[in-house]
């Protein structure tokens, strides 16, 4: 094409690049949401079209004491990075340790075990001579890859090789000049781990590391996922970038072979803070969500005297600054949604929580009883007392859709009915109520689900079936695509589901 007609040309081009991203923009707004045997959470706007007096609120865990005590030779003022998982025996729980090994002293990777998620062990492994002792829980001794400093695990329920149910990575850079990467791990029992076959060589050897880097399955995008410390202002051969925040960055894999180039997440039109970690899982009730727990880091703040950390033995590394847990959900992609900026996990009133790397919760939520969740987050760091905190949470229940006295409802986005049992995850006062009325998807009410033919619904339930007066499901409406407007009254609705 001659010089002039490609100028020529150029507005047009722009044209039909604006309108194609435009066209690609409605078709993902005009994607079509599946209801079949999923449950959804309102950890985010993903469903809300209109909302009338309703106030969308995040749930702060409530603390239950001390979960374990990290006070082994081999464990040290440190401890941090967990991660627990959930297998066919009950719950592992892998965090960092110090201990000496072979005259060397670093850092190394421990175990606890538990049936129930409340009461933890720590097994006898008698796998490496640690402290001069066999008789200790230690996993992952003191290696050149630097695992052993943030191994964190995943139980993969994909695997087809059973020698690789077990996943792990571990690794870190500690400055621009030292420089290695990320190494896979894998094991059959959880227990005793080697480098994946196929790691040929470290992934990521450009990026910081330093943190919990955090390996899953994406329900979603049906691919592996690793959530990875990165710093902004990053380039190769400078993971360290002067003036930089850390923040996360994010690889993808079809086979846990082959991994994309990290991209940096993003975190809408929030302010840039540092977030150290991000503990994120896939929740166990809800798949395409994942929840993210980052700790926040504020570099500069103090607020405890030089006398107050000496008395409580704080590690001088320790006395400049502090952090706080906070809240973010992905359904994929490159973008982190926090549509609650506030703390979601805070210090308390334990003072020696306030100095700098405290809060660090950990990558794990499991169900601890027939209406609970269980949190966890590392307390105490740095100090002689170091320990993991158990915290509560209704199951489903990390944000509510909320009414006061006056009634609100919410309408939710057009929904393909493709399942016909619907349950919602409620409480009320016993002044209120909760009404569950179902629209066509224009937003007009459908008679036999119509305010005139719904139950008011009262009571504390997890999963309770809602029914009509003349109809006891949604058979009638499968494969139909409607809204759902909630009516709430000194109320509040934690999630709903459409089960076959």
């Known amino acids: 094409m001659k010089k002039g007609n490609l100028l020529l040309a150029l507005p047009v081009m722009l044209i039909v690049l604006t309108l194609l991203s435009f066209n690609s ?41 001390e979960a374990i ?24 729980m892998y965090y960092r340790g110090k201990g000496e090994y072979n005259g060397i002293t670093d850092e190394v990777t421990c175990l606890a075990t538990s049936k129930d998620g409340l009461k933890w062990e720590k097994p006898d492994l008698k796998l490496y001579k640690i402290n001069g002792t066999l008789n200790n829980n230690v996993i992952v001794p003191p290696n050149p890859q630097l695992s052993m400093h943030n191994f964190t695990v995943f139980f993969d329920k994909n695997a087809n090789n059973p020698n690789e149910k077990y996943k792990a990575v571990g690794g870190a850079n500690h400055s621009n000049k030292t420089r290695d990467g990320l190494y896979r791990y894998v094991s059959n029992d959880g227990i005793k781990w080697q480098i994946y076959s196929k790691d040929t060589s470290a992934l990521f050897s450009d990026y910081a590391l330093d943190s919990q880097n955090v390996l899953l399955w994406s329900e979603p995008e049906q691919c592996y996922v690793i959530y990875l410390r990165a710093w902004t202002g990053n380039k190769p051969g400078l993971p360290y970038p002067k003036d930089g925040i850390r923040t996360i960055a994010r690889s993808t894999s ?38 993210s727990m980052p700790f926040r880091f504020m570099v500069d703040q103090k607020i405890l005297s030089d006398d107050q950390l000496t008395k409580f033995g704080t590690d001088k590394s320790q006395w400049k600054g502090m952090s706080d847990g906070v809240f973010m959900t992905t359904r994929g992609g490159n973008s982190f949604d926090r549509k609650f900026n506030k703390s979601f996990i805070r210090p308390g009133f334990d003072k020696k929580n306030w100095s700098a790397r405290n809060n660090i919760p950990a990558k794990g939520i499991i169900q601890t009883s027939d209406n609970e969740m269980s949190l966890y987050v590392t307390r105490n760091y740095g100090t002689p007392t170091v320990n993991l905190e158990r915290l509560s949470l209704r199951i489903d229940g990390f944000a509510t859709l909320e009414s006061d006295y006056d009634e609100g409802y919410i309408i939710t986005k057009p929904l393909v009915i493709k399942s016909k049992n619907m349950l919602a995850n409620f409480e009320t006062a016993t002044s209120g109520y909760v009404i569950v009325e179902i629209l066509d998807e224009h937003g007009t009410a459908i008679p036999d689900f119509s305010g005139q033919n719904s139950l008011k619904i009262l009571g504390d339930e997890i999963d309770k079936k809602i029914e009509w007066k003349n109809e006891k499901d949604l058979n009638k409406l499968l494969n139909k695509k409607v809204r759902i407007k909630f009516k709430l009254k000194d109320s509040n609705l934690y999630s709903f589901s459409l089960m076959d």
Do not use: C
């Open 25 to 65: 923009f409605y078709r993902n707004l005009d994607e079509e949401i599946i209801m079949q045997n999923r449950r959804e959470l309102f950890v985010d706007d993903y469903l809300i079209d209109k909302m009338e007096n309703i106030n969308h609120r995040l749930v702060l865990p409530r603390a239950t004491g």
């Open 69 to 92: 005590k990290f006070d082994k030779p081999w464990e040290g003022k440190f401890v941090t990075y967990v991660s627990i998982i959930q297998d066919n025996l009950g719950y592992k």
């Open 254 to 291: 079809k086979d846990f072979i082959n991994w994309t180039d990290p991209v940096e997440m993003t975190f809408g039109d929030t302010k840039m803070e540092h977030l150290y970690t991000n503990a994120s899982v896939s929740y166990y009730r809800a798949p395409q969500i994942i929840i």
